[in-house]
Nanobody, 127 residues
C-alpha cells in the first residue's frame, strides 16, 4: 500500500510562491502522479499531473505559474507554485495511480483515476 505525505503548505501573500512536496513510501517509477486542490464548498480539481512517460498537464487556471516535477532518488514529487492568487487557496493533495498493468490511457486530471492519496496540505493566499 503506497503512502503519500504532503508538506510545504502555508500562508502566503498574493504574488508569492510556495513549493509543495509529496514523499512516497515506495518508488514512483510505475505511478502516474497528480496534484489536486479543494476549496471550501468546491469539488476537488486537478492542478497538475505527471504521467509515467513524463507528460505533464496543467489547467489554464495555473498554466505558466505551477510546475510539477519528480525526484526519483527520493521518491518525491514537487509542485512549485509561483505568482499565487487568492483563488489558489485550498487544501492541496497529491495522488498516485499504479500504471504497471494498465492497458488503456487514463485522464490524469480526474480524481477518480487515482488509487492513493495523501492527507492534504493547506495553502492560503491572502494579504
Amino acid at each position: 500500500q503506497l503512502q503519500l505525505v504532503e508538506s510545504g503548505g502555508g500562508l502566503v501573500q498574493p504574488g508569492g510562491s510556495l513549493r509543495l512536496a509529496c514523499v512516497a513510501s515506495d518508488t514512483l517509477e510505475h505511478y502516474g502522479v497528480g496534484w489536486f486542490r479543494q476549496a471550501p464548498g468546491e469539488e476537488r480539481e486537478g492542478v497538475s499531473c505527471l504521467t509515467t512517460r513524463g507528460i505533464t498537464y496543467y489547467p489554464d487556471s495555473v498554466k505558466g505559474r505551477f510546475t510539477v516535477s519528480k525526484d526519483a532518488g527520493t521518491n518525491t514529487v514537487y509542485l512549485q507554485m509561483n505568482s499565487l492568487k487568492p483563488e489558489d487557496t485550498g487544501v492541496y493533495y497529491c495522488a498516485a495511480v499504479d500504471r504497471r498493468n494498465a492497458e488503456t490511457a487514463y485522464v490524469c486530471w480526474e480524481p477518480d483515476e487515482y488509487d492513493y492519496w495523501g492527507h492534504g496540505a493547506q495553502v492560503t493566499v491572502s494579504p
